[in-house]
């Protein structure tokens, strides 16, 4: 069984470790009406003050084909944007993102997003999953893919949910199931037998080509969990769902897969009594948000969230949701004398308008283990040019007492063209929310990046975008 480090063992390791590389792959499609566009923001520079990196992007047809390679040399700091329609034309597949420096850089998961600008939806995600060098063959650490954390919402109104898998250098046959558990907690078990994926090969999982699924949900939220077994790749995967008209695709919304922690070994907290903290961000919407605690998580008895002293039991077999206002701190708790998991995963929901798709935002919950990061740097997408933005920052004073620090926090933001706005906040035990538009000291070009630097190292960072045309938005978490 493969077992996942608690956050503080696995920042001790990172601190030693050494990349020369990073990398991130991402699903990518474009049509006359949808692109997909890939962001980041040279934090090499302004973070590290590495000042020359390489970069290369990589698209390839849903077979694996190269279509399109190219080669960067990132020098300035600023963010970077590049249109799969502009670079591919209408296409399918995949594009990775891979930097190389002569300086270590420490860290080998590229942090880059893809923004799926669809013609009525607009999704923000993170980089998540990556190709294995062949370098890292010899030495990877996780082959088995135990992954949860899927919401499928499948309907008969064109709504279908779809995972995204991408292989690596080599062709792989990778034996693979799926568990399909609806609101009542009845599970459907499906065998795909083994996937032969060629090199580099986009794997499409539609768990409606293999059941009935809508009827299964009765058009209520579903989760999916699914175990495979690959040599290739990182074991983490881009799923969500798809709303499509007369077989054209109009909407999409992604998340990313997380361990399924009931089958993959994790720690516990140090103490019965630790908590844990689920930060809920702000938007411009005014909809309450809505949190889904996964199944899957580490056997635990008696969890529950406490929110105004109103418990809420958790259940490891079904779907756990519930609603709360923007800036919430719900409170993850056990009577269990062994302790909360370490990790517990949880979705956050935004209904922007009721005939769109929800977003959702992979969540994870805040514990004393996070103090001991000593992190001072978040770095994330902030904005486009069609989109209004939302920032929310939470401190985290159960843990450590901000009294002890100077409570203060410098936001820059970043366009294609350098800095565009600049501004010191005065952090608080109440979560801030601000409107970047109010930061700015010109008008920005092309996608905006913010980086947030404070001395107060237990800090959660959101950003929130919405195309108020589209009646859509998504929600991301800081890098």
């Not at 070994?265 to 140090?270: A, K, P």
């Not at 770095?379 to 920052?393: A, F, Q, R």
């Not at 409570?407 to 970043?414: Q, T």
């Amino acid at each position: 069984m493969e077992r996942i480090d608690s956050t503080k063992v696995a920042q001790k390791k990172l601190k030693k470790n050494l990349a020369f590389s990073s990398s991130a792959i991402f699903y990518v499609y474009a049509d006359d009406e949808n692109d997909s566009r890939v962001s980041f923001l040279n934090h090499y520079l302004l973070k590290r003050n590495i000042e020359k990196v390489s970069a290369v992007l990589t698209y390839r047809d849903i077979s694996g084909k190269i279509s399109n390679k190219i080669s960067i040399e990132i020098t300035e700091g600023k963010s970077f944007s590049y249109s799969t329609r502009e670079n591919v034309g209408n296409f399918e597949g995949s594009v990775e993102v891979e930097f190389f420096s002569a300086t270590n850089i420490v860290v080998p998961y590229t942090a880059a997003t893809i923004i799926y600008d669809f013609k009525n939806s607009i999704c923000q995600l993170h980089s998540v999953s990556r190709v294995y060098s062949k370098d890292e063959m010899e030495n990877r650490r996780i082959t088995i893919g135990e992954e949860a954390g899927w919401t499928c919402r499948d309907s008969s109104d064109g709504v279908y949910s779809q995972a995204i898998i991408t292989n690596g250098f080599k062709e792989i046959q990778m034996p693979t199931t799926f568990t399909v558990t609806n609101f009542k907690g009845e599970t459907k078990y499906i065998d795909l037998g083994v996937i032969e994926l060629k090199s580099y090969q986009t794997f499409k999982l539609i768990p409606k080509e293999h059941l009935n699924i809508s009827d299964f949900l009765e058009s209520k939220e579903g989760h999916i969990s699914i175990s495979f077994k690959a040599d290739t790749f990182f074991p983490r995967f881009i799923c969500g769902n798809i709303k499509s008209n007369n077989n054209k695709i109009e909407e999409l919304q992604m998340t990313h897969s997380n361990f399924n922690y009931f089958k993959v070994e994790t720690d516990r907290l140090d103490n019965q009594n630790d908590i844990g903290i689920i930060d809920s961000p702000f938007t411009s919407n005014t909809n309450p948000l809505d949190i889904i605690v996964y199944p899957n998580f580490k056997d635990t008895e008696d969890i529950y969230i406490d929110l105004n002293d109103t418990k809420t039991p958790l259940y490891n077999d079904k779907i756990n949701k519930l609603s709360f206002s923007s800036g919430s701190k719900p409170v993850v708790k056990t009577s269990d004398s062994r302790g909360l998991p370490n990790r517990l995963v949880a979705g956050l929901i935004v209904n922007w308008d009721d005939i769109r798709l929800p977003s959702e935002c992979s969540l994870g919950m805040v514990t004393q283990g996070y103090s001991y990061i000593n992190k001072h740097w978040y770095w994330g997408l902030s904005d486009t040019e069609d989109t209004v933005s939302t920032m929310s920052i939470f401190t985290h004073d159960d843990f450590l007492p901000l009294q002890n620090y100077d409570n203060k926090a410098v936001l820059s933001l970043y366009d294609l063209n350098g800095i565009c706005g600049n501004k010191t906040l005065k952090l608080s035990k109440e979560p801030i929310t601000l409107n970047t538009a109010e930061i700015y000291d010109r008008k920005p070009k092309g996608d905006v990046w913010y980086t947030v630097v404070s001395d107060y190292p237990v800090i959660s960072v959101f950003s929130s975008i919405e195309d108020k045309l589209k009646k859509s938005g998504s929600i991301e978490h800081s890098f």
